[in-house]
């Protein structure tokens, strides 16, 4: 199974796969300092919510590492605005940065080295949780498209698999447990303009494992769901409000809609860490803006004309009232979420 990143516990550096590069070129690249962890979210070398939480902790951990500075409380500060600066819709990132902020309060009394090991063990725990976490909200969610007996047809949007996690993917997790399982299943995944998330990364991990995967541009979703032999919509999220309301990948919401017309189930999948429940509604999760070439231009090639306004919101919000379940770790929350997700929320693991 593919894994977006690898940290190296001997030399103490990350290393990430340039998401960038795929499905072209499989480019690892070496990130010793937390700054270049911070420049490698912002420009999508590792990108999927999860994924940059993760990343996040250990670049935590690299600024420690390198520097073992006066006030460790001034230092985690310092990375942590630089850290959170880079991506501010995703919010395991602000989750990652709490939990290492706690666990740094518990080593006031360590040497600089017991500081790097103890941040680092919960950086290791961040990573191994997620994997675990993906892996409980698949076999969950598979659960959800019985019955079996034919082959289930899913539509995705972007990419919440492996390589946006810290493995097996959230929306692709659920695919892979039905597949695990013996299911018979099949992947329907949108392009997802600007970025391209879908065509070059859902459709190649994909690939990878061998579970069928059909490619359309974002447009033909709508056709698609029309054509009544969907059995559920299934996408990742950035950010949950406390009320349900789910930020994911720009297109998403427009998936919802066209879901919602068309009777097919529309489910959000993710860890409990993309539940932000102080955050009231979707009204208040924070839209990046991203620059416009992504979108004048295709691979590095110009197809708009020159001086055109462009808008190019990265994520959308789908409000709660489109959304049929959100599959956890910690269990499927139903309508009304506002209820069911502050009930997982008092869920201890
Ligand atoms: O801009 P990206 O590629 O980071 O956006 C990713 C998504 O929207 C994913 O669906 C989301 O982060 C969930 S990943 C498990």
Known sequence: MVRPFRWDP??????????RRLPAEEVWIERAEAHEVADAIRDMVVRGAPAIGIVAAYAVVLGFARDAGDSPAARFED????????????????AAIVRMRTRLETLSAASAAGRVRGLEAEAD??????LEANRRLGTLGASLLRPAGKRARVLTHCNAGSLATSGYGTALGIVRALAESGREVEVFAPETRPYLQGARLTAWELMADGIPVTLVTDGMVGSLLAGGDMDAVVVGADRIAANGD????????QAAVLAKEHGVPFLV?????????ETPTGAEIPIEERRPEEIVEIVGRRI???GVSVWNP???????????AIVTERGIAHPPFAASLARLGRTRE
């Not at 001997?10 to 998401?19: A, S, Y």
Request: charged share 20%; net charge negative; proline share 6%.
């Open 10 to 19: 001997e030399r103490k550096v990350l290393h990430l796969l340039d998401q």
């Open 79 to 94: 990375l942590a605005a630089a850290l959170l600066n880079t991506r501010p819709t995703a919010v395991n990132l602000r």
């Open 125 to 130: 725990r961040i990573a191994a949780e997620d």
């Open 246 to 253: 789910s930020a994911n990948k720009i297109g998403t919401y």
């Open 269 to 277: 999948a993710a860890p409990f860490s993309s539940v932000d429940l």
């Open 304 to 306: 708009a004309p020159e």
């Open 314 to 324: 990265a994520f959308d919000v789908t409000p709660a009232g489109y959304i049929t």
